[in-house]
Structure formats: C-alpha cells, structure tokens
C-alpha cells in the first residue's frame, strides 16, 4: 500500500512516501504550511497514487496534547474534507530532534538541514508507523 506521511510544523510540513511493499519510507518533500498547503497535498495524494495518509501526533513527552496536536488535527480535519482516504494519527514525539541528530552527525550544514528536517522526520515518522503495522498483522489491509 503506498503511504503518505506529514510532520506538520508551524512553517513547514514534512512530507515522506513508502513503495507499495510498504519496505522503504522516504523522505518526499516539503510543502509550505499555510492557505494553499492542504491542496498541494491533495495533489500530491493524487499524483503520487497514495492510499492512506498518516499524520504525525506530537503530544509531549507528558503525554499532554498542546498547540502542536491542534495544527495537526486541524490539517486531519481539512484534508478529510477533501478526500475520501483513510487519515490516522501516528506518534511522533521526538522524531524531528532525532532527524536533525541524523542530519547533524551526516555533517550536514545547518541551511541544508533546514530544508529537509521536516521531510527526514516525516520518514521517521513513516518508518515508525510501517514497523507497527508489520508488527501488529495491519501491514496486508
């Protein structure tokens, strides 16, 4: 099944694809966050025949649900709106600090990291959401 991931940020929304074998989870691009970024996704959902979208979830480590949790429930909401895919939440906490740790000891700059950290933790967040799928028996629905 071809999945679409978001790490939705307040300026920018990672964007990460997986083939349909569900093996790799790559980071795909990143998307504006603003008016017109819920229909460039929608165009991407199309153009790039995905099947189900998972949206990172950031509650804190306390597990408490703050502005972060709003955005990303609110892009859930715009994008149900828009499409008849199937939307899930995923938990991504800390997978942006663990992207930039990546991108930091691959001796990436910090202008180069800037413009692909949300795509990276997008991945993460991917990656993540595949290995419980294969893990929980989900991965053949």
Not at 118 to 127: E, F, G, K
């Amino acid at each position: 099944m071809k999945i679409l991931a978001l790490d939705i940020g307040k300026k920018r929304i990672g964007v990460a694809t997986c083939d349909r074998l569900e093996i790799a989870a790559s980071p795909f691009s990143v998307v504006k966050a603003g008016r017109t970024a819920v229909s460039e996704i929608v165009a991407l959902l199309k153009k790039e025949e995905i099947e189900r979208v998972v949206i990172g979830l950031p509650v804190s480590l306390d597990g408490v649900e703050r502005e972060p949790c709003e955005r990303a429930r609110y892009y859930k909401n715009e994008l149900e709106k828009q499409t008849s895919l199937p939307i899930e939440f995923f938990d991504e906490r800390l997978t942006t600090k663990i992207a930039e740790a990546s991108l930091i000891e691959s001796g990436m700059r910090r202008e180069q990291r800037r413009e692909v950290i949300d795509a990276v933790a997008a991945s993460l967040i991917l990656r993540s959401y595949l290995d419980y799928r294969k893990n929980t028996g989900l991965a053949t629905d």
